[in-house]
């Protein structure tokens, strides 16, 4: 009886830690940033809440798997880009069509803890069209250097989700 109680303490253990591991979505495998230079390509990645955020670094457009709030809440998406980097331009990418971003602001800290968010852009909607390959280019006022960028997302419906989340420097 002993014994069954440890066994099933142990595999408790070991589920509930496969769980907040889920839970936390950060992505397992930072890679290089590629060719194209985004900085977020591969980094880790978290949100406030929804569904695979680690999609959202993946360099996968298109795909089935995207980053998608919980609805009727305001979310977040973050990115560690692993260091201080430049930053002037971020890219938003949908799915496909019938998605949007509503009311996307971008937030940018270089705090050791991803805290004290500055916002660089103020609050807007972006639609994704075929027109424009699903895709929006938010330009910053100016660059910055940051380590931490932020996509915060409010009035989130059931269209909202972003499929990739990119970052670049000048």
């Known amino acids: 009886m002993v014994r069954t109680q440890s066994v099933k303490k142990k595999l408790s253990i070991v589920l509930m830690s496969a769980l907040l591991l889920a839970t936390a979505q950060l992505s397992i495998n930072p890679q290089e940033a590629s060719a194209s230079g985004n900085l977020a390509?591969?980094?880790y990645v978290w949100a406030s809440s929804?569904?695979?955020?680690a999609a959202a670094?993946?360099?996968?457009?298109?795909?089935?798997?995207?980053w998608q709030p919980a609805y009727g809440q305001t979310g977040w998406i973050t990115v560690d880009l692993g260091s201080v980097q430049a930053v002037n331009r971020i890219v938003l990418k949908a799915p496909t069509y019938g998605y949007w971003v509503q009311s996307a602001s971008v937030l940018t800290s270089n705090s050791?803890?991803?805290s004290?968010?500055?916002?660089?852009?103020?609050s807007t909607t972006y639609g994704y069209y075929s027109a424009?390959?699903?895709t929006n280019t938010?330009?910053?006022p100016s660059t910055v250097n940051t380590r931490y960028v932020r996509v915060q997302v409010a009035n989130v419906s059931t269209a909202t989700a972003i499929s990739e989340l990119?970052?670049?420097?000048?």
């Open 41 to 43: 390509l591969g980094h």
């Open 50 to 53: 929804g569904s695979y955020p």
């Open 57 to 66: 670094v993946d360099g996968v457009h298109y795909s089935s798997n995207f």
């Open 112 to 114: 050791t803890d991803d």
């Open 116 to 122: 004290s968010f500055t916002a660089q852009t103020s």
């Open 132 to 134: 424009n390959n699903y």
């Open 138 to 140: 938010i330009n910053l």
């Open 166 to 170: 990119e970052v670049y420097g000048p």
